[in-house]
């Protein structure tokens, strides 16, 4: 596969600097982190099972202090989840997004952290709901904090509008 190919030596992917550098793509034009469990979480959730996902997971783990926001930590949950739902990193980063959460009046939200954004360079509240799905999604499918997943779950149907939509298309 030609995205195996692009794998470094040390289990990571590169963001491409040839890329166009506005907009989204500028959002992880340097991260490595993010591009990585991207790329991994993609490969696992195509029920690839092979050296390339595990040495994804194996820079993720060795460089899990880089993911400084929920929406890092919820893309390399979502990794670890996709490729082994047991594997013991994953409580690493459930742990840390139980600490990130923001719970007030029986709603749970994530991303509210200054100056983080999305892979779709949400901000904001759309910030807050694609991380927030995120988190949900991937508590959900590892089975752990359904309580907090739920809170997360009356937050995301709270920010919906009167025509039942969030506020962007991102």
Request: hydrophobic fraction near 40%; charge should be negative; avoid cysteine.
């Amino acid at each position: 596969h030609w995205l195996e190919r692009q794998q470094n030596s040390d289990g990571s992917w590169s963001p491409d600097p040839a890329g166009i550098a506005e907009g989204a793509t500028d959002n992880f034009q340097n991260n490595v982190f993010r591009t990585t469990a991207y790329v991994t979480w993609a490969l696992a959730e195509a029920g690839l099972e092979d050296a390339a996902v595990e040495q994804g997971l194996a820079y993720l783990a060795s460089h899990r202090l880089e993911a400084l926001d929920s929406y890092s930590r919820a893309i390399a949950l979502e990794a670890f989840i996709a490729a082994d739902p047991t594997n013991t990193m994953s409580s690493h980063f459930i742990e840390e997004l139980i600490d990130d959460a923001l719970v007030a009046d029986g709603a749970a939200s994530w991303g509210n952290e200054e100056g983080s954004t999305g892979l779709t360079y949400s901000m904001g509240s759309a910030h807050a709901i694609e991380t927030t799905a995120l988190v949900v999604d991937a508590f959900t499918r590892a089975g752990v904090q359904q309580e907090l997943a739920e809170q997360g779950m009356s937050f995301l149907v709270r920010n919906k509008d009167a025509f039942g939509n969030w506020e962007t298309t991102q």
